[in-house]
């Protein structure tokens, strides 16, 4: 029996990139993934796909995040897809992956800084708050910030978005031990997905980046995933209100 068998599990943005390769470690795991995505459908089916092909269960939901009514429309997906899939609408891990990056400060604007903090920040909080009702005793709820809260980079906007992030997982976890959940941050640091396309195609740029790391290449979605499915995992159990720095050593001095 793998560890997660019996598990359902929400991954927002698990269309591509990080969010992509969680899904497909945790349905290794044995869970039952609901793999969220905001537009891309198709990148959301090759998802669910590669789950299928590796013997995995997982089903596709659309909301786009940062819009009004958003968490409405995730849940109505969700409770549809859980019921359907697993008979009952519980619960186990949630991972609120789907974020968007920003400007820097110089230049961001009020309406996209609105839109940052909407998908970033308000969207994962209103999540949670909608999930605690079905999410199971002895729960998981897992969200991704930035190994950019703690060093000072150029796009200041969206690690602020990160850092309330962490103060959120911080604090809920206080109040939800009681019922065995654990809250924890992961926070990656540069990791080829899209979020960096200037780094998808280039090898020497990839070397580049990698050289902050005192493991020195660059993180891939997997190196992400992994530590998240540790989070999920039984063995998981004594680790929360943490921020979880998943980066390879990014600048540790
Ligand atoms: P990607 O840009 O590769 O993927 C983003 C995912 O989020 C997609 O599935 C996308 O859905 C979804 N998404 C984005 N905006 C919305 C929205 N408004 N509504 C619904 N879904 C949305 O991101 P990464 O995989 O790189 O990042 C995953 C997480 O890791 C994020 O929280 C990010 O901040 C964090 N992180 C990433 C780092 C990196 O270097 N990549 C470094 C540090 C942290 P769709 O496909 O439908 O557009």
């Known amino acids: 029996m793998t560890p997660l068998t019996g598990?359902?599990?929400?991954?927002?943005?698990a269309s591509r990139g990080i969010g992509r390769a969680i899904a497909r470690r945790l349905a290794a795991d044995g869970a039952m993934v609901a793999v969220h995505y905001g537009h891309n459908e198709t990148a959301a089916r090759e998802t669910v796909h590669l789950i299928d092909k590796d013997g995995g269960?997982?089903?596709p939901i659309r909301a786009e995040?940062?819009?009004p009514g958003d968490v409405e429309t995730l849940f109505a997906a969700l409770e549809a897809g859980l019921a359907a899939w697993t008979g009952q609408v519980r619960?186990?891990?949630l991972v609120n992956n789907a974020a968007v990056t920003a400007d820097s400060i110089e230049t961001i604007t009020p309406e996209a800084f609105d839109h940052l903090i909407a998908v970033n920040t308000k969207a994962p909080l209103f999540i949670i708050q909608r999930a605690l009702p079905l999410l199971n005793d002895g729960g998981r709820i897992i969200n991704l910030s930035t190994a950019a809260t703690r060093i000072a980079m150029p796009e200041q906007p969206y690690a602020m978005s990160k850092a309330a992030i962490e103060v959120l997982s911080r604090s809920l976890a206080q109040v939800v031990g009681g019922r065995g959940i654990?809250?924890?941050?992961?926070?990656?640091?540069?990791?080829?997905?899209?979020m960096n396309p200037w780094m998808l195609d280039s090898p020497e740029v990839q070397q580049m980046v990698g050289s902050g790391n005192a493991i020195p290449r660059v993180g891939w979605p997997a190196d992400i995933a992994d530590v998240v499915a540790f989070l999920a995992s039984e063995e998981g159990r004594w680790v929360t209100g943490q921020v979880i720095d998943a980066s390879g050593g990014c600048f540790l001095g």
């Open 65 to 67: 995040l940062g819009v």
């Open 91 to 93: 619960l186990d891990i």
């Open 57 to 59: 269960r997982a089903f």
């Open 182 to 194: 654990t809250v924890n941050a992961v926070a990656p640091g540069p990791t080829v997905t899209d």
């Open 7 to 13: 598990k359902a599990a929400l991954v927002t943005g």
